[in-house]
């Protein structure tokens, strides 16, 4: 098939990608993979999607079957490492056995190894002229800082391949990032671009953020969009209590992108409604902030426990999006943050005689109507009781727990809540502080 039926093929179909990582430092843990991660991306935005992540340690056995596989499933495999002068390189010779392509001197690539070591002014050692062996058919990607020339090498064993020809690409790239980057962006990427006929779309990607159901709730409720084969493409992640909805399309541009999303995203807000608090890179304490500070309130909080998770996140925020709004608090160390985040101490809210971890839902809904009144705010939200550092870290799990929730509002009665949460300890704290400010959230937009 010539480069213009490629081409016209994956307008609409995305060409499949494996990144095979060579190491034994890998497979290991001694070293984290950064490479793939990069490629992935780079990739991606070339409108290639990356199927596959592999790590093979230095084994000639394992290097041979990665690659054997990889040609099997693929249309585009880049491989990072493995191309040293030492035994335990193998890459090379893993390539040659895996595609019976007989490994030959090129003497172009000698003659840049030999002129590298002649500018540093250093002898080169024996071991090196095996850099400047490759696979019978292949072609070389120029090193310019690095003894390790790549490898551009396609097989004929695919049967996958979108193209129907039954081809893969193999790139083979020196492990050491900064040489592997430029060697990506200099050389694999135009080939990419200038042979195969990539770059014409891309990777893009939209978040729509969720908070108060499970991801299996998610699920549930929207079994159509989580389809594998549909287009749009929609994912759930969990991070630290926050769910994300991850809508991916392969278009033009970004204009492109809003078109072909634009039902799944009314379909997400039509089914899930306000269990949905944003869109984009954002998580629920900017949100509620955004809340505050469109309707123009001040806010105290009062975290009784272990923490002041909710005063921490908002603390985060920069000091010209705090204008207008207050975050102090109540917990053990009694300190607390201002509007200008300097900190100051409070005392008495709750009472000093009192153990937080006896404290039952009317003493907190009286300390957060106390303390607005105090400090003249329009609410005041109360969460507790965190749990205590030694509770947390005996428990590997902490079992269901009720959490109580007040927010005293100023002219209106003081509300309060109680939620049952459950999770292991890293989670914890966040979920608890994170259903502190979907409390206020749903407040701010049904009653603010």
Not at 69 to 86: F, K, N, S
Not at 201 to 216: A, D, L, N, Q, T
Not at 346 to 361: F, I, Q, R
């Amino acid at each position: 098939m010539d480069k213009a039926a490629i081409r016209r093929l994956i307008i609409n179909m995305s060409l499949r990608a494996e990144i095979i990582s060579i190491g034994d430092e890998l497979t290991s843990g001694q070293r984290l993979d950064t490479n793939s991660r990069w490629l992935s991306e780079q990739l991606g935005n070339l409108g290639v999607k990356t199927a596959f992540h592999t790590t093979v340690g230095d084994s000639m056995t394992d290097n041979v079957d990665a690659f054997r596989t990889a040609a099997r499933r693929v249309d585009i495999v880049i491989a990072t490492g493995g191309l040293g002068p030492t035994a335990d390189d193998l890459t090379r010779e893993a390539l040659a056995d895996a595609f019976q392509a007989p490994l030959e001197l090129r003497p172009e690539a000698l003659q840049h190894i030999e002129s590298l070591f002649a500018r540093r002014k250093r002898p080169m050692p024996e071991l090196n002229r095996s850099q400047a062996l490759f696979p019978l058919g292949s072609r070389i990607i120029d090193n310019p800082h690095g003894t390790a020339p790549g490898i551009d090498f396609v097989v004929t064993n695919n049967v996958t391949s979108i193209s129907g020809s039954g081809q893969c690409r193999i790139f083979s790239l020196p492990g050491v990032p900064a040489e592997m980057r430029q060697m990506f962006t200099a050389t694999v990427e135009p080939r990419l671009i200038q042979e195969m006929g990539v770059g014409a779309k891309r990777w893009y990607f939209h978040s729509i953020k969720v908070f108060g159901i499970g991801e299996s709730d998610v699920e549930k409720m929207l079994p159509d969009l989580i389809r594998r084969d549909r287009d749009p493409v929609v994912g759930i992640t969990v991070s630290q209590a926050t769910i994300t909805l991850r809508i991916a399309a392969l278009c033009s541009n970004e204009i492109e992108l809003q078109e072909k999303i634009q039902l799944t995203v009314a379909e997400v807000h039509s089914q899930l409604g306000l269990l949905v608090f944003g869109e984009g890179e954002i998580d629920i304490h900017e949100a509620t902030h955004r809340l505050m500070i469109d309707k123009g309130v001040s806010l105290g909080v009062l975290e009784v426990g272990a923490g002041a998770w909710i005063q921490h996140s908002l603390a985060t925020l920069s000091q010209m999006e705090l204008n207008g709004l207050q975050a102090a608090g109540w917990f053990p160390s009694l300190d607390a943050l201002d509007s200008s985040c300097e900190p100051r101490r409070v005392s008495g809210e709750v009472g000093d005689d009192v153990d937080p971890n006896t404290l039952v839902a009317v003493v907190l809904a009286e300390a957060a109507e106390r303390f607005r009144r105090e400090h003249d705010l329009d609410l005041c939200l109360a969460v507790g009781v965190y749990p205590t550092w030694d509770a947390v870290s005996s428990s590997k799990s902490l079992p269901s727990s009720d959490f109580s929730l007040s927010l005293a509002r100023r002219g209106k009665e003081t509300k309060h809540t109680t939620v049952s949460l459950g999770a292991h300890p890293d989670v914890l704290y966040h979920r608890l502080a994170k259903a502190g400010l979907n409390f206020l959230r749903l407040e701010l937009i049904q009653h603010g």
